[in-house]
């Protein structure tokens, strides 16, 4: 099982960026996928993810109106369209596979198969 996120940069604040999670090793259709970050000296938290079955979404309250979570089951790959950006959320981001459990989105400790994260910068 892998996943890699790609797609971080450098942004001024209010611009946009386009994560993608590529995903291999597993049947992509029956597993949620989660987007996470983590800030230096933070600790890792959610910020996206995206059901297997009927493309239920959820998004923690600061990216809430400004980010976008999507999958394209034919090309093994979820997207996160990050719009009007802003410097607090500059951090690696990744992506995972909800492993456990049944509640959705869960909780971090359900997610497993961890890529090695694509790090977003935003200036002021």
């Known amino acids: 099982v892998q996943l890699q996120a790609s797609g971080g940069g450098l942004v001024q604040a209010g611009g946009s960026l386009r994560l993608s999670c590529a995903a291999s090793g597993f049947t992509f259709d029956d597993y949620a996928i989660g987007w996470f970050r983590q800030a230096p000296g933070k600790e890792r938290e959610g910020v996206s993810c995206?059901?297997?079955?009927?493309?239920?979404?959820y998004y923690a309250d600061s990216v809430k109106g400004r980010f976008t979570i999507s999958r394209d089951n034919a090309k093994n790959t979820v997207y996160l369209q990050m719009n009007n950006l802003k410097p607090e959320d500059t951090a690696v981001y990744y992506c995972?596979?909800?492993?456990?459990?049944?509640?959705?989105?869960?909780?971090?400790?359900?997610?497993?198969?961890w890529g090695q994260g694509t790090q977003v910068t935003v200036s002021s």
């Open positions: 995206i059901s297997s079955s009927d493309g239920s979404t």
């Open positions: 995972a596979l909800k492993a456990y459990g049944r509640t959705f989105p869960g909780s971090l400790g359900d997610y497993a198969y």
